[in-house]
């Protein structure tokens, strides 16, 4: 599918339905970013060691394009639907530390802003991320990692 993103602004998700799932795209800020690194020691597979990730992908932010992050929003335990929480939530599943990211409130797995899964959570690997690539600035298609 091809998804226009125009809308999208910086800190902002989109959510778009591809095979039957939910695929979140969100814009990150330079702070979102910066914050990658220090989640790292936190992370059951900071590098996506055990991903299949698309080419270009198999970097810290997960991405094509650092600024956005695309992944299939299906948790890796038993397929629920994680939720968004921004950095410094009330939520106190998360905790008072919590650097921003995807908290699965099923089993309590949480995943940072690049999809990375926490340690010592029920899920066993990062979000997927779905083969895509870019038609332009701001013009996604989900689906295909080949060129045109």
């Excluded at 099923?106 to 066993?124: E, I, N, Y």
Aim: with cysteine; proline share 12%.
């Amino acid at each position: 599918i091809e998804v226009d993103l125009v809308d999208v602004p910086p800190g902002g998700m989109k959510t778009v339905e591809w095979r039957g799932k939910p695929v979140w795209i969100l814009r990150r800020t330079p702070e979102m970013l910066a914050g990658l690194a220090a989640t790292e020691p936190r992370l059951a597979d900071p590098k996506s060691l055990k991903d299949e990730l698309p080419a270009g992908c198999r970097n810290a932010a997960r991405s094509m394009q650092p600024e956005w992050f695309v992944a299939v929003g299906i948790c890796t335990h038993l397929g629920c639907s994680p939720t968004a929480v921004a950095a410094g939530s009330a939520n106190p599943a998360v905790g008072a530390d919590w650097p921003g990211g995807f908290f699965c409130p099923c089993h309590g797995s949480t995943f940072d802003l690049a999809g990375r899964v926490f340690k010592d959570k029920p899920a066993p690997t990062n979000l997927e991320i779905p083969p895509h690539r870019w038609l332009g600035p701001l013009r996604l298609l989900i689906g295909s990692s080949e060129p045109a």
